[in-house]
């Protein structure tokens, strides 16, 4: 059972443009949001994570926009550049579970000159 | 800070041969995960440690896969007999104590093909 779906499967923009990337969850007891993102050949890295009590966290180029009622939540990349082309995985976490993530399938963003 | 070290980086063998991964977490962290990474199925926890013991181990696909972590600074997580279908990256990850927020440092992972 797959508990968090993310869209789309690839995505390409063009530098300077705004990727944005959607996942969606079922389970209402998950607390924890993170997304990772993975080179070739490389582990997953942690980007940036929001919690359920905030509809919004920024960092730097990156922000999670969250909408509890729809279980939903979001990543915008602003300002997109080249070295963002990667894979990117949302993730989902139920509390109290020493941050057991639950993946999404992941979107190959491919940012163009 | 050396981050997590798995060896070896890439593996190729014939079915039926005995896997071996290993992994070296980041010191002081407490809690080591186990993940395969495929095309078809994404990323998947297999297995996760707290201190040393095997606490959720409901992600190992069947008996074939075992895992273990004799003190903290080494786990492996083994395969024995392989077949293709095991053929997948394998990341090992590292978190330190604590609830929300704690990262997963992942290591780079071990390609294994089985032939």
């Known amino acids: 059972q797959q508990q968090v779906k993310q869209s789309p499967q690839s995505l390409i923009v063009q530098k300077g443009g705004i990727s944005i990337i959607n996942c969606a969850y079922e389970?209402?007891?998950?607390?924890?949001f993170p997304w990772y993102q993975q080179f070739p050949g490389k582990g997953p890295a942690l980007l940036i994570a929001?919690?359920?009590?905030?509809s919004e966290k920024k960092e730097g180029r990156f922000t999670i926009s969250f909408n509890k009622s729809a279980k939903q939540f979001s990543l915008h990349i602003m300002d997109s550049q080249p070295g963002d082309s990667a894979t990117y995985f949302c993730?989902?976490?139920?509390?109290?579970?020493?941050?057991?993530?639950?993946f999404g399938t992941g979107t190959r963003l491919q940012v163009t000159l | 800070d050396a981050g997590v070290i798995q060896s070896p980086r890439h593996e190729v063998t014939e079915m039926g041969q005995e896997v071996t991964l290993r992994c070296k977490p980041i010191?002081?962290?407490?809690?080591l995960f186990w993940y395969r990474q495929t095309m078809m199925r994404g990323l998947e926890l297999l297995i996760y440690?707290?201190?040393?013991?095997?606490?959720?181990d409901s992600g190992m696909p069947e008996d074939r896969f075992s895992a273990k972590m004799p003190n903290a600074s080494f786990s492996t997580l083994k395969i024995q007999p392989s077949e293709p279908r095991d053929s997948a990256v394998y990341f090992c990850?590292?978190?330190?104590?604590?609830?929300?927020?704690?990262?997963?440092?992942f290591g780079d992972g071990t390609r294994l093909s089985i032939l």
């Open positions: 990850a590292s978190r330190p104590r604590g609830l929300w927020g704690q990262p997963q440092h």
């Open positions: 389970n209402t007891a998950f607390d924890y």
């Open positions: 929001i919690r359920p009590d905030v």
């Open positions: 993730a989902a976490a139920l509390a109290g579970t020493a941050s057991k993530l639950t």
């Open positions: 010191s002081g962290h407490d809690y």
């Open positions: 440690f707290n201190n040393n013991v095997p606490i959720d």
